[in-house]
């Protein structure tokens, strides 16, 4: 599923948003940005292990939090280059060491003309790596298979929020069902077809109509519910929208039973077997750079901020929804170890139980999964390192 943030501000602000959306172009690429990685290659060279000179990864929005962990991978020697929303830097380990290659970060989203990252990986081979849901992973098997090889996130941050006030006996998703409240989303999700499906939402209160702005949920005063990311939108909606500035409630999507990895770390699924000497070495590095990132956030969200500000594609980020969306991480688990104690592995019988799940969905929209699929197709822990976890 594809996820659309909101711009805050008036009416006439969110218009210019939208506007800049469509007409930022032109590029001031660096030339240093395919200059050779700086400092003496450590304990770990990701050039001997066959990765490519320059990892390049495609992300699935603009840069955020998220995303913390990828970013806690470029050195200091990063290049930005804002027309094609990207920055390049040298590649480096937990202990800043150079790894021999460098790292290219894509924007994602507006960035890519909204399209998935699945398709963008096909339509440009240049990217090594990309950040795919499960969810798309299953759809798109068929014809555009995906292989993830690192959870980054353990939950998705996909949540449907609510007013307390308006609603004061809500305290779940299966509760805004029985109450008939109607549910604001984004056209499309697998997952609201998932909860009209299992009858924990009625279709007939669902309403696909959400463009990722607060405006609907302002002006009807909260009546009705919306979908979010709890790691972004309750702290935007009490501290960052004039017209709201109070708390909502929420519920994980994942806490309601639709479990994707969101995110995942993916390869072209024919590309595994050649990259596996790259991938041995290079996704340990990213398992820790992940917990590197939630220990010690600060200087990777004041170059998110920046990259942000740099992009400019009418999309507003501040570091009060980083410092949050880092503590959110922590609180709900989203980065984490799941059942076990490593972090970045998969649950092959999570992952079977959303094949399940979409199989029906995606075969009646006519976008059928490939014949016999099994996780196997989908995702990997041949290159996980099971020390590393968060403690």
């Known amino acids: 599923m594809r996820r659309t943030r909101i711009a805050i501000g008036t009416p006439a602000v969110l218009l210019t948003a939208a506007l800049v959306l469509t007409a930022c172009g032109g590029s001031d690429e660096k030339s240093s940005a ?3 990685p700086s400092g003496s290659v450590g304990a770990t060279d990701l050039k001997a292990a066959g990765c490519p000179s320059t990892v390049v990864v495609q992300t699935d929005w603009n840069p955020e939090a998220e ?3 990828l970013y806690q991978l470029l050195g200091d020697d990063t290049s ?7 920055v390049t830097g040298t590649l480096v380990d937990g202990k800043g060491e150079s790894t021999g290659v460098k790292l290219e970060v894509r924007a994602g989203g507006p960035a890519i003309g909204f399209q998935t990252v699945t398709a963008q990986m096909y339509s440009d081979k240049a990217i090594t790596l990309g950040y795919v ?4 992973a299953i759809q798109l098997s068929a014809k555009q298979p995906t292989t993830a090889v690192l959870a980054d996130l353990e939950k998705s941050p996909t949540m449907i929020m609510w007013d307390p006030k308006a609603h004061p006996d809500v305290t779940s998703i299966a509760d805004l069902g029985k109450d008939g409240v109607k549910v604001r989303y984004f056209e499309g999700a697998s997952y609201m077809a998932y909860l009209t499906g299992s009858g924990v939402l009625k279709a007939a209160q669902t309403d696909g109509s959400y463009d990722g702005t607060p405006a609907a949920f302002v002006s009807d005063k909260g009546e009705s519910a919306q979908q979010g990311f709890a790691s972004a939108e309750p702290y935007i909606y009490e501290h960052e ?4 500035n109070k708390a909502v409630k929420y519920q994980l999507v994942y806490d309601a039973g639709f479990q994707p990895y969101k995110s995942a770390i993916s390869v072209r699924s024919a590309d595994l077997s050649g990259m596996s000497g790259c991938l041995k070495a290079l996704v340990p590095i990213m398992q820790r750079a992940d917990l590197d990132y939630l220990a010690s956030p600060a200087k990777v969200n004041d170059l998110i901020i920046d990259l942000v500000d740099k992009y400019d594609t009418g999309w507003v980020y501040s570091k009060g929804v980083a410092d949050y969306s880092v503590k959110t991480q922590k609180e709900l688990g989203l980065v984490g170890n799941g059942d076990d104690s490593t972090h970045g592995n998969f649950d092959t019988a999570r992952v079977q139980k959303l094949i399940d799940q979409t199989t029906p969905i ?3 929209q006519g976008t059928a999964p490939k014949t016999g ?3 196997d197709d989908l995702v990997t822990n041949q290159f996980i390192d099971t020390s590393i976890g968060a403690q």
């Open 241 to 244: 929208v004039d017209a709201w």
């Open 133 to 136: 849901d499960t969810d798309e």
């Open 34 to 36: 395919s200059a050779a």
């Open 373 to 375: 699929i099994t996780p």
């Open 80 to 86: 930005i280059d804002a027309g094609k929303k990207r």
């Open 67 to 69: 995303h913390g962990g």
């Open 362 to 364: 995606f075969t009646g």
